[in-house]
């Protein structure tokens, strides 16, 4: 098998599963699956600040942001001061960071990398999987299934 | 003694920074007490695929992820879970491809019918021929 071949997540069309993660740094609580199914389409952003592709990425996120899009994030395996200086440094899009230490809500959304970004409907639902980092074209085709979510 | 300078120089600033800061997940490297259940466990970590490294098991693979799936592993036999469930649970998240041990599928069937008709092929092949033999003989 080819070393870069893509694992794409069997979570696309399905709930997204139960969990509950403590605030990865003190400006923004933590997030838990019930954050999730607000009624409104929200992206959910798995990073770290120990990833490359993920600096790439950060303009691209903060786009969407100005957009009006709530993103939410998971910081796999990350500690919090680590967390912060990323975020002083490359810019802060999210409305909610939960810390994964453990990769354990990574395992539970079929996710097998950072970064990685997942469409999730008003109601939970996970409606897409963008498998590495965010490029510029990639922001039109994320705002027009965020819409198509609604 | 330059060239390695230079490999280190360029590579060693880059594993770092692409590594995390955090110490492995807790039953990552330490076995069970129960040497039952660790038999059970390890038996499972060497048919899950490692996500990051993909030509390894998670028992091969010093893979942050790696290490993650494999306290998960651990930790869900030390509190009943049958292996079954385990690569089930997985499975449901990354599809069949997670697993070294593949479901009998309608992709996967013909792993195994595969052998057994190539056996009945010889045996059939090997009659013909032995009973040639006895007949010029």
């Given at each position: 098998?080819?070393?870069?071949?893509?694992?794409?997540?069997?979570?696309?069309?399905?709930?997204?599963?139960?969990?509950?993660?403590?605030?990865?740094?003190?400006?923004?609580?933590?997030?838990?699956?019930?954050?999730?199914?607000?009624?409104?389409?929200?992206?959910?952003?798995?990073?770290?600040?120990?990833?490359?592709?993920?600096?790439?990425?950060?303009?691209?996120?903060?786009?969407?942001?100005?957009?009006?899009?709530?993103?939410?994030?998971?910081?796999?395996?990350?500690?919090?001061?680590?967390?912060?200086?990323?975020?002083?440094?490359?810019?802060?899009?999210?409305?909610?960071?939960?810390?994964?230490?453990?990769?354990?809500?990574?395992?539970?959304?079929?996710?097998?990398?950072?970064?990685?970004?997942?469409?999730?409907?008003?109601?939970?639902?996970?409606?897409?999987?963008?498998?590495?980092?965010i490029r510029k074209e990639n922001v039109p085709e994320l705002l027009k299934i965020l819409e198509e979510a609604r | 003694m330059r060239i390695l300078?230079?490999?280190?120089?360029?590579?060693?600033?880059?594993?770092?920074?692409?590594?995390?800061?955090?110490?492995?997940?807790?039953?990552?490297?330490?076995?069970?007490?129960?040497?039952?259940?660790?038999?059970?466990?390890?038996?499972?970590?060497?048919?899950?695929?490692?996500?990051?490294?993909?030509?390894?098991?998670?028992?091969?693979?010093?893979?942050?992820?790696?290490?993650?799936?494999?306290?998960?592993?651990?930790?869900?036999?030390?509190?009943?879970?049958?292996?079954?469930?385990?690569r089930d649970w997985l499975i449901d998240r990354y599809g069949n491809w997670v697993s070294y041990d593949p479901p009998v599928t309608t992709a996967?069937?013909?792993?195994?019918?595969?052998?057994?008709?190539?056996?009945?092929?010889?045996?059939?092949?090997?009659?013909?021929?032995?009973?040639?033999?006895?007949?010029?003989?």
């Open positions: 098998m080819p070393k870069d071949n893509i694992i794409a997540s069997k979570m696309v069309g399905k709930k997204m599963p139960d969990f509950a993660l403590p605030a990865a740094i003190e400006q923004r609580p933590g997030l838990s699956s019930g954050d999730l199914a607000g009624g409104n389409p929200t992206l959910l952003n798995v990073f770290a600040s120990w990833c490359l592709p993920c600096i790439a990425e950060a303009p691209q996120l903060l786009e969407l942001e100005k957009a009006g899009v709530e993103i939410n994030a998971i910081a796999s395996r990350d500690t919090s001061a680590d967390v912060a200086n990323f975020l002083n440094r490359w810019g802060n899009p999210y409305a909610r960071i939960g810390s994964d230490t453990r990769s354990a809500v990574q395992l539970e959304i079929g996710s097998s990398g950072v970064p990685e970004t997942f469409v999730i409907d008003g109601n939970g639902v996970i409606v897409h999987q963008h498998i590495g980092d | 300078a230079a490999f280190l120089i360029l590579f060693l600033p880059f594993t770092a920074t692409a590594q995390t800061g955090l110490p492995p997940a807790p039953y990552a490297y330490r076995q069970l007490d129960d040497p039952a259940k660790e038999a059970e466990a390890k038996e499972l970590m060497e048919e899950l695929r490692c996500l990051k490294c993909q030509s390894q098991s998670i028992a091969d693979s010093d893979a942050p992820m790696a290490g993650d799936m494999r306290s998960q592993v651990r930790e869900r036999i030390a509190a009943g879970q049958t292996p079954e469930q385990i996967t069937w013909p792993l195994w019918a595969a052998p057994l008709f190539l056996l009945i092929m010889g045996l059939w092949l090997a009659r013909a021929k032995f009973r040639r033999k006895k007949d010029e003989g």
